[in-house]
Structure formats: structure tokens, C-alpha cells
């Protein structure tokens, strides 16, 4: 299982999400303690939103924790709004391609989770990227399929429901093969202007959700887990729940994949 944190609200520096804080991002990739897998070393990246509509974008296969590139980044970039994410693979190979986030047009999407029996059916999952987005697919992870097909089914247009119709059709792909947990999803996305974050799963084991506002930053810190370990005020994410995090605050809604219909 991988780890993540994103932040919108008044530009700050990307070390203070990913680097400073005594639990932060990168101190999760060594040890993360509320999920299986304690050690993300199979790459990371970073999405950062500025002046233009599309994202920045850098990631690589390292280890985040020995990229004395990502510390520098960090050190120097300001962004209002960024997603990072720490990756452990849960089968598809390390390489850059399968690092989040992932970017297409002004949108970028990051993953925690997992497809049971993807492998089995990923050529037909591939099929279902619509063909306009396709050659975006560039990676061989269920989360990059996860994110096409919401961008397919309209993420622009009502990213709940987008979301919900993707996650519908890869449960039901796996819920074919047999192979469980069906679906175990937390993830972040965002336009450029919303920050929207999702938790769900099949099962009784929802990957972890947090949220924050800073009065010091300014700004809202979505992440999977709190970036200080003896801080208050962090709200943990319910199973079911979605978020979209704006300028002007914070609003919960649910998620609930169970209400599409998939067509057979």
C-alpha cells in the first residue's frame, strides 16, 4: 500500500507537507503506521499547480527518502495546491510510468489501494479507456485505468459520479475473477482549482483518510496520515465519504459506488 498527502490553500513550500514535518511524507515512505506495508520504496512523485492550468510533474523509481533532488525541489517550490505520494507496488513493475500522480490535460490523480485480479482483466480494463485518452496511458497500474476511465465517465463534469461509475466497473471486473478485496481505494485528485479526496472499499478495510486546516499555512492538508503524530484537530475521513476542498472551505458528500449500475 502506498501513502500520500496533498495541501491547497495559500502557497507554501512543498517541504512544508513532504519533508519538515516530524511525520511527514518522506518519513512515511521509511515508516508509515496505519497501513500493511511500513516501508513505500518503490518510487514517488509530485504534482504542483501554479500560474498555468496544467501541473508540474516530477517523479522517479528512488526511494524518496535518498532523492536529494525531491529535498531540493521541495526547498524551492511554492505551490497553492499539490498532491505527493510515496509508492509501495502491489504488482506492477517501479518504474517512472507507473509513479503517481498521474496527469492528463489539467488534472492529476493518485492512488492508494488495490484491484483484486486486475492482472486477470486488465486487457479489458485497458479496452475501456476511451479512445481520446488512451494514449495517456502510459503505465501498467490499475490506479492509471482507475483514473482514465473517471476522466472518460466525466470527472469534469461531476467528479463524484465519475469516480463512482469507475470504481463500479473495476469492482465488478474483479468481482468476476473471484479475487479479493474487490476494491480498497483512498485517493486524491484535483482540476487546478478543486482538491478532491475519496475513501472506499469492499470490504471492512478502507485505506486511511485525514484532513486538517492550518491556521499557520493557511491552507488545507488531505493526506493518509497526519504529518505530526501529537497534533490535534486532524478529522479522520469516514468509509463511503468524499470531500472537494476549495478557497472557500471544505464540503463532505458521499461515495458510493454500490448505486451504479455496471453494464454487463
Known sequence: MCRWAAYIGEPIYL??????????????????????????????????????PEPGLYRDVYPAWSDPNLRSLAHQVKSRLFLSHVRASTGASTSRNNCHPFAARNWTFMHNGQVGGFEQFRKAADMAVPDDLYGKRLGGTDSEVLFLLALGYGLNRDPCAALEQSVAWLENQSRETGESPHMRLSAAFSDGQTLYAARYSSDHIAPSVYYRYSETRRGWAVVSEPLETNEDGWIELAPGKMISVTSEGLREMDFNPNRVEVAA
Do not use: M
Not at 27 to 50: H, L, M, P, R
Open 15 to 52: 517541504e512544508d507537507i513532504i519533508t519538515r514535518p516530524d511525520h511527514s511524507l518522506v518519513a512515511q515512505s521509511v515508516e508509515a503506521t496505519e497501513c500493511k506495508t511500513t516501508t513505500n520504496a518503490d518510487g514517488f512523485g509530485i504534482a504542483w499547480y501554479n500560474e498555468r
